[in-house]
Structure formats: C-alpha cells, structure tokens
C-alpha cells in the first residue's frame, strides 16, 4: 500500500548535485538567497540550511528519504502526518515546502537540544538526564496525551491506515515491517521466531486508536520547555499503550530518567488507566520492528549509511527485546563472561593500516569528519570482532544444534536448521528459543563492550521490568 522508504536509486548521485538542487528548490519555489547546507549525522540524509528570506535571516531543516529500505512509509506521508499534527496544535516543525529531486522535506528550525539518537553515539558520547530536561519530559508526557485525543479520523483523510480490528491495531505496524523482508529477499531466525510470537499474544479488546509517533520520546527543549516533538516518519495510527512502550525500549540508551514516573505523569494528563500488560508487549513489538531497519542496513552497499550502528543495533535492540519477551513469560535469562581474546596479528596489521590510512583522508564537504570516522568505525569493529569469533560463530552452532537435533558445519547452516525449527515448533518450544536467542545477543553485546566494560555501559543495559509496577 506504501512506498516504502530507501527504494530510490541513489549510487549515481553526488553530494554536490544534492546541495545543488537542493539550493536551486529554496531559491526558485522558497524566495531564498545567500543559501548555505551543511549535512547532520543522521542515518538519512539531513540538512541544516541557513539563508536570507525576504531580507531576514533564515534557517530551516531539510529531511531526506532514508537510503535504503528501512521502513514502510514513504516521505510525502511524514511530511503529510506532520503537517496535521502542526493544525491540530501540537509543537512540531511547521512544513514550509517539500523538493521533489533530491526528496526533502523543508521545514522550519526549531531551537533546542536532545540526547544522542544513535546507539553508537550514546556509546561514545554517554547520555544525561539533567533538572530542566526532566521538567522538559514531564512536559512531553502531557503534550503525549493531548496527542493521543486528535480524533484518528484526521490523520485518515490525511492518508494514515485506520486499524480495522484488535489485531491491526496491536501488528498493524509490524506487518507493514515485516512484508519488507520479501521485498528485500533476507531473513533470520530471530525475524521468524518474533514474527510468531507477536501473532500470537497480541493484547485482546484494546479498541481506541490514536495517532502514536511511532518512535515515542524524541523531542526537543530549551531549558525546561518542550520546543518541538521530532520524527514522526513512522507515526500511524494504533494503541497509545505502544507510544509508551516505545519510551520504555529508548531507555537508558536515551537516559529518560524514571520512566514508572513519567508512566504516571501521561496517566494523569490523559485522564486513562494504564494497561501495563498492554505496555509490556507492545515493547517487545516496538523494539522488534526496530529491529528491522538495521538488520536490512547491514546488506545495503549503497552509498553512504553506519554499517557499524547496525550491527550495534542489531545485537543491543534484539538482546532486549528476548529481555522484554522474557519478562512477560516468566523466564530467567543466563549471564555469560568474555573469554580471553584470540590472537590475530595479520589481521590486526590489515586492519590498523585501514583505520590509519582512512584517518589521513582531509575532510571535505563531501566526507566531513563524522562521515570519515563512520567509515573507519568498520575496521575497528572488526578488528575487535576478530578476537572473538571463533568463540561466537562455536557457541551460535553448538546451541543451535543442542535445541534442533541437527549438525550444522558453519553458522549460515546453523541459521537454516534454526529457521526450519521454528516453522515447525510452536509454542512449547517459546523458553528455549528465547533463551538460545538472549545467549546470542548477548555474545554480540559482550563483544562491542569489550573486556572489563564499565558497569553501566550502554550495550550491556538491561531492559528494566514492568510488569510488577500492576502491584504499585
């Protein structure tokens, strides 16, 4: 029904031909002179531009199409969503124009900081919860509610799907996700065990809908106010019970503070009970579709991307949501220590010679510094990858095996038999896969937080139960 995102060509454009049209649209249809762009670390192509509109100085933000197949919605339908958000009063950007060629959203700047998006950022960067942001926060829980009462049926004739029964409106999103691994062609067990599960234990009897952000907690603040609310590229229309589990899968890798608090706080401002159970899974729902974008961001090799924040992505977001999952299940999840690291040494030269030389590239409009380091973040993960992997890919095979009954030789074998069971099995064989795939993340976490990680390193945090807030 969507064109999805990613599915323009894109390996023939130039960052000059992009700056260049894109200068050409703000001038020949905005009235803009004196135009500078200068491109954000984002996984998709972003533009701060700053220029003189009738005689004043001007700055807007330009959104482009993600780079690859990475959700189901297509830019005009953000743009379109945003814009109804903006006539129904809720802070965000106002739309000022949309370019065709490169496709850009145009829309206002809106002053104010936030956190690191990326989990890879947050690892270099850390993530704080100060005084005025959390008054910022609480802020956003009412503006959440507000929200949630614009009646659906706005962003329906503004060309948002409208959830025909319980089940839409609990997986309306996720199948819309989950029809994008035939139109890439790749899968993994984990897809195919999360995908049955989902079908299966969908909350019953949750009837009203609202418009959800889609990727709940992005906003910005100056001091203690809320300036806008940021990306609702896959806002739809579902439960607001999922907007909520969404702020619960962002933290602490976006620290929100005390979230049951600000849980409480969207209670009050909405005038509604909370369905804790509802919360419980739609988080394992949430985090599962995140986990798609990254997974089919591995396989893309067209320009430009974060092939590392993948696989960061891959192993942070999949390890909590088997956390998540268990939780609601009951399950007890296994700890596992990093052993000693392997010995490379020829791989280890290679690669030290890649990360110098890629060091030595002069940073240019075209690759500036963030982009450079983006790219040099690849040898370096795989360098300290390199030391571990007979440990893994050994583990990943031995586990599989142990829970199939069948002898892989390798981990693509490994990945086969394992689909193949799950297709068979049901629901008897939920603990065991859940716990085959926790050991597997986990593994993958280990490694990207290295030998004696700090305690509360970012790959390694846990995902903080829910269900016994019922009892509070």
Not at 10 to 20: F, G, L, N, P, S
Not at 173 to 189: K, R, V
Not at 241 to 265: K, Q, S, T, W
């Amino acid at each position: 029904m969507f064109k999805p995102q990613g599915t323009t060509p894109r390996d023939q454009d130039t960052h000059d031909a992009d700056v260049a049209q894109l200068t050409a649209y703000l001038e020949s249809e905005l009235g803009a002179s004196q135009i500078e762009l200068h491109k954000e670390r984002r996984w998709r192509p972003v533009w701060r531009a700053t220029m003189m509109q009738n005689g004043q100085p001007v700055e807007m933000l330009l959104k482009g199409e993600r780079t690859w197949l990475t959700h189901p919605y297509p830019l005009d339908y953000e743009r379109d969503m945003q814009r109804t958000l903006h006539e129904n009063g809720v802070p965000i950007p106002a739309i000022l124009g949309y370019c065709p060629e490169p496709a850009a959203i145009a829309m206002e700047w809106v002053r104010g900081g936030r956190d690191p998006g990326l989990i890879q950022q947050a690892i270099e960067q850390g993530s704080e919860m100060t005084e005025d942001r959390w008054q910022a926060s609480l802020s956003y829980m009412e503006i959440l509610a507000r929200m949630h009462a614009i009646p659906p049926e706005r962003f329906v004739a503004a060309g948002a799907l409208m959830p025909a029964d319980d089940k839409a409106i609990a997986l309306g999103n996720f199948e819309l996700f989950h029809a994008m691994t035939g139109m890439n062609g790749i899968s993994d067990p984990f897809i195919h065990f999360f995908a049955g599960w989902l079908r299966r234990n969908y909350p019953q009897g949750r009837s009203r809908v609202s418009f959800l952000t889609g990727d709940c907690g992005q906003f910005l603040s100056d001091g203690p106010e809320v300036t806008c609310i940021l990306d609702v590229e896959i806002g739809h229309l579902g439960d607001p019970m999922r907007d909520l589990a969404c702020y619960r899968g962002r933290h602490p890798i976006e620290n929100m503070g005390d979230v049951p608090a600000l849980f409480r706080h969207y209670e009050q401002a909405s005038g509604k009970p909370l369905d804790y159970d509802a919360i419980a899974f739609h988080t394992v729902a949430f985090l599962c579709e995140a986990y798609y974008g990254p997974f089919f961001g591995l396989h893309d090799m067209g320009r430009g991307g974060d092939w590392v924040e993948s696989m960061v992505q891959i192993a942070v977001i999949g390890r909590r949501a088997v956390e998540a999952l268990a939780e609601i299940i009951g399950l007890e999840l296994d700890d596992i220590d990093l052993p000693a690291p392997e010995t490379t040494p020829l791989e280890d030269l290679a690669l030290g010679k890649l990360i110098a030389e890629l060091g030595r590239l002069p940073a240019t409009d075209a690759l500036p510094d963030w982009q450079r380091n983006v790219l040099a973040s690849i040898p370096h993960y795989l360098k300290n990858r390199g030391h571990y992997r007979q440990w893994c890919e050994a583990a990943d095979i031995a586990e599989t095996a142990a829970l199939t009954g069948t002898n892989p030789a390798n981990v693509m074998e490994a990945d086969s038999d394992l689909i193949h069971f799950i297709t068979a099995v049901g629901i008897e064989q939920d603990a065991a896969l859940t716990r085959l795939f926790h050991r597997r993340f986990l593994r993958q976490c280990l490694i990207i937080a290295g030998a004696d990680p700090a305690p509360d390193h970012i790959a390694l945090a846990k995902m903080e139960p829910i269900l016994d807030r019922k009892l509070d």
